[in-house]
Every structure is written in C-alpha cells, then in structure tokens.
C-alpha cells in the first residue's frame, strides 16, 4: 500500500483554502475513486488525467487507485485539481520521487494528450495564496507555485512567491526529478561536511532554476492595462466626454461630485435628455482603483469571464447589465456560488438603465451591497463572501410615456399609473442614493431658478471655481480637467480618512464632517423636514466632497445647501411642492 500528498488550492467566494490531495495505490481490482465532495467537473477529471498520464509516456497503475480531496466538507468545483492529482498518481506508484513535492502547490488542467492547460479564476487562486502566506508570515521556506504557460503570468502578478510552469507534464516530471535528484546530492553533501544540515542551506536547495531549467520556467508577470489617460477613460466610457453635456448644470455637477466621492447617482428625465450619455461620461471621470481593490478587481474578474487575461482588464471597471437581469445575475449564486454584476463592478460603477423596468426583488436585493459594500451568498451549508464596493449610477423616466413634467405636458399618464411606476424603486432604496437629480434636457433650463445654488451661482461656473482651487485650468470643463479634479480630492480624502467620502459611516462623519455653526442651524433645519438618518449622513457626506472641491477644510451652509439641491429631484420628494425652489442661505 503506497501513499503520496499533493498541495494544491481551492477558493470559497475569494478566500482561498488550502486542498490536500491524497492518493493511495493498493492491492486488489483496478479501479479509480475520487472523494472528498467532487463536482461533476472534478469527476471527469478521471479519464483526462488517466489518458494524459499514458501520453506522457507513464504507466498507469493497474490496481485500485482512491483519491482523497481533502478537506472533505469542502465542494470541490474546479479544473486546478487535474494535475495534482497526477503528480500523486505518478508519486504514489513510484514513477516520481515523493521528497520535493511537500515544497510544491500545483494548478492545472490536463488535456488528453499531457499538455498543461489554463485554470478558471488562477489570479484569483494565486492572490489568495499569497493573502495566506502573508498572514502567516512565511518567507524563507515558502511554496513554490506550478501552473500552466497560459496561466502563469496573471499568477506571477499575484503571488508573492515563486511561480513555475512547464509545458506538459512529461517536461514537468522531468523537472521535478532534476530537483529531487540536486536535493538528494546537496543533502549528501551537507550529511557528510556536518551532522547537523544548515537551514539556510536546505532553503536554497529549491531556489535555483538552473539545474531544472529549461525544462521548469520561471513565470514573469505582465502589467495588466491601465487607465491612467484620460483617453483610455474615455474609450472605456463608450467615447462619452464631459465637455459633450451641454445645457444641465446641475447634472454636470453631480456628475462631479460622484467622481470625487463616489457617491450614487440616480437621474431622472425624459427619453432623450442624455442620462445614458452622462452616465457613460462619469467613466472617464473616476480614477484608477487602488492596488488592493484592483486586485480584488481582477480575482472576480477571473472567476466569472471565461478566458480573462491579466492584460485585458480595463484601467476603470464600468457594468452595464440589461433590465431584464435576474437576482442571480445581478448578485451572484449557483453552486458553488459564483460573482455577479454588482460584484464584476467592485472599485467602479454599475449603471442601470431603465431602472423601474428591473425586477422589484432584484432592485430590493441592492439594499445590503449598497452599504456593507460586500454580499455574502449562502447555499446550504456553505456560504461565499465576495466584495461588491460599487459606484451606482441609475437612469429613468419619471412615468411609464416618459414625459411627466417636460415642457409641451405631452405625457398622458394618469396620477395612479405614475404613482405605480415610481413605485417600482422602493424607498430604501432611494434612500441609500446620495445624489438625485434631475435631467430635463432643455439648454434653457440652466437658466431657471431651480437650477441656482443657495448663493446664487449657476453649477458651471461653480466647477469652474473648484478647479481654480486645487490649481487647475478652467478654461474649459472636459473630462480632463474633472478628472483631475477627482484625483486631487480623492488624494485628499484617502491621507485624511483613508476612504472615499462616500464611505464614510456614521461615527467617521463625526470626526471629519465638520460642520460650522450656520451649517449646524441648517442642518437642525434640515433634520425637521423629514429625511431620515440614513439621509442626513448622505447630505453631510455629499456636503464634505463639495467642501473638497471648493478645497474647504470646513462644510459650510452653503456647501450643505447645495448638497440638498443635488439630492431634490422632484419627482421622488415626500412633498413635491416642498422643494420647488432651492434653499437659500439663512
């Protein structure tokens, strides 16, 4: 009875936990097990590995053969477990030296011929090996990592360790018997020189590649696409610029304002009145990620696209999914659970279009990933946790015809169907949205008091303000001069709370919400009129971005009035006479 332990890698959600591969070989039928809660992909796994072993010039063995994935309780669903169970098959009947493999984690997949082939969701594999060897502060001594050519370099960019990959599995087996075989002559070597083996030496046995090269390769990561220009921003936005929104103020700036703080943005207009173009435009305004969630960025993206490379991720993540999306689609499920939209739109922005044409139940799934910023899906007994820290920006009508309130009345809806329609998006909804504004699509309109801040200034030239206080040409208001704009304050938000604005909970707020004393009288002024709690953190974290715009270390009145301007649209007001006309300054 001859027993061999491969190391490999198994995710639940983005965590990833550590797979022990054993294989025993003992007497009796030929026969092959697979345990330890295998898929269905795991299960066929048996006749690739069996024929890729016999390609490769290698002797299957004829003799009841059982493989153990373990741990047990874990569902297994994955093409990495291929080649680690070869290896052990091939340990186990003695066709490849057992002492080196403790060293090794192996991901691959088999084809029938031997070849290595790529890993669904290896960059996410990789990162979350490397998380574990972090938090275990392993540094000398640590796993070196086998994968496929084709999966190598997206592994190299997210694994701290070494990474190795060889072309098949005839030139991987030769490789590791070149360093079992170095390893066997430097322990010799130490046994006979001293008794006891220097640990420093035993170390570096496995890091040389020379005696196993060329046969094991070194993988070297490839920066993966980013969007740093404000070009590829624009391309990434569907060529949508800011200097394209022409005749609407307001909503240019709370375009703005979501770009600094990232804040949600619901639009509402009629057809035509360019909420799409604006929402589309807000992708060339929001910088890059950070490395952390660009990380987690490309870990989702990995697991979801099939065939996703490291270096087709775009520099600035923009979702787009149709109304008639499902909750599973939209949040992620399955078994095992997989990401969904909001989670793909982690560290950028998800646009929903038509948004009383979704669902109901899947608009009213949104409410916890709005907040918690993650979404836990639970099946059975096992659950998944994956990071959904979107940016919502939402588009719709104001009635079924889509013409309610625009000028020429040409909507004939009756009150009751209007109501019912608006109805669709729920108010906790609403609620969670910082920044609500409408879209009228008029160029008049700029010129209407409505559209006039507390302090009497029209919205444009007010950017134009923001840009001359962190230093920028305000020449004219375009995609670059914003963009600019947003990394200046995001700069400033992340050295002062290590967060965006719109992050910002309760007990944060009173520690950089500072708000000064006419503010406070217009806040106590604000709590009477009937917004909730959740509301009156939205306006103050809305208030503290338009305050580092106007590069104010303070929110003043009138950085909080404007911030109940950008949050009035009228159609959605509990009274909607009551915020007609905007606040003015005490």
Not at 60 to 73: E, G, H
Not at 443 to 471: E, F, K, V, Y
Request: glycine content about 8%; charged content about 15%.
């Amino acid at each position: 009875m001859r027993l061999a332990i491969v190391h490999s890698q198994a995710l639940s959600g983005l965590t990833g936990i550590p797979v022990r591969i054993e294989v025993q070989i003992a007497q009796g039928l030929p026969a092959f097990h697979l345990v330890g809660l295998p898929a269905a992909l795991v299960r066929e796994s048996r006749e690739r590995v069996r024929a890729a072993i016999s390609q490769s010039g290698f002797q299957f063995p004829q003799q009841r053969l059982t493989v153990n994935l373990a741990p047990a309780d874990l569902p297994k669903d994955s093409n990495a477990f291929e080649l680690p169970i070869a290896i052990g098959i091939l340990a186990a009947s003695g066709q490849l030296p057992p002492q080196p493999l403790a060293r090794f984690i192996f991901l691959g997949e088999l084809s029938l011929a031997g070849e290595l082939q790529a890993v669904r969701g290896a960059f996410a594999l990789a990162l979350s090996l490397s998380a574990h060897l972090h938090s275990a502060h392993l540094h000398a001594g640590s796993p070196i990592l086998v994968v496929p050519p084709a999966s190598a370099s997206e592994c190299a960019a997210a694994f701290t360790g070494q990474v190795w990959t060889a072309p098949d599995l005839a030139a991987l087996v030769q490789g590791l018997q070149v360093v079992a075989g170095r390893q066997a002559r430097e322990q010799q070597r130490a046994s006979r020189q001293a008794a006891t083996v220097d640990a420093r030496c035993a170390s570096d046995t496995l890091h040389p590649l020379e005696a196993a090269a060329p046969i094991l390769e070194v993988a070297r990561p490839t920066q993966a696409h980013s969007s740093e220009s404000p070009a590829a921003g624009r391309l990434r936005g569907g060529g949508a610029d800011f200097a394209q929104v022409q005749g609407e103020p307001l909503a240019q700036l709370a375009l703005g304002v979501a770009a600094v703080g990232g804040h949600h943005l619901l639009m509402v207009g009629p057809p035509g009145s360019g909420k799409t173009m604006l929402a589309l435009a807000l992708a060339s305004l929001v910088p890059p990620s950070v490395e952390q969630v660009r990380h987690e960025q490309m870990a989702l993206a990995s697991l979801r696209t099939p065939g996703w490379r490291l270096e087709s991720h775009p520099g600035n993540v923009f979702r787009q999914p149709h109304h008639s999306a499902s909750i599973v689609a939209l949040c992620g499920g399955g078994v095992p659970p997989r990401p969904g939209e909001i989670s793909l739109a982690h560290g950028g922005v998800l646009f929903l279009d038509e948004l009383p044409e979704f669902d109901v139940k899947v608009l009213d799934a949104l409410r916890q990933p709005l907040e918690a910023g993650f979404l836990q899906i639970a099946r059975g007994t096992h659950s998944a946790e994956f990071p959904s820290r979107f940016q919502l920006v939402a588009a719709m009508n104001p009635c079924p015809c889509g013409y309610a309130g625009s000028p020429g009345s040409r909507c004939a809806c009756s009150p009751e169907r209007i109501r019912r329609y608006q109805a669709r998006v729920s108010g906790p909804i609403r609620d969670r949205i910082d920044l609500q504004v409408e879209v009228c699509g008029a160029p008049a309109n700029a010129d209407s008091p409505p559209l006039r801040t507390a302090s009497g200034n029209n919205p444009s030239g007010l950017l134009q303000r923001m840009l001359g206080a962190h230093g920028i040409a305000d020449d004219k208001l375009d995609s670059e001069s914003i963009l600019a704009l947003a990394r200046s304050c995001r700069d400033r938000q992340y050295a002062r709370q290590s967060r965006l604005n719109a992050h910002l909970s309760g007990s944060a707020l009173l520690q950089v919400g500072w708000l000064d004393a006419s503010a406070q009288k217009l806040a106590a002024a604000l709590s009477r009129l009937g917004y909730s709690h959740r509301a009156m953190h939205g306006l103050v974290r809305v208030a503290r971005s338009l305050a580092d715009m106007l590069n104010e270390d303070t929110i003043s009145e009138s950085s909080l009035a404007l911030a109940v301007q950008l949050r009035r649209a009228g159609h959605f007001a509990p009274d909607a006479g009551q915020y007609s006309r905007p606040i003015q300054s005490a």
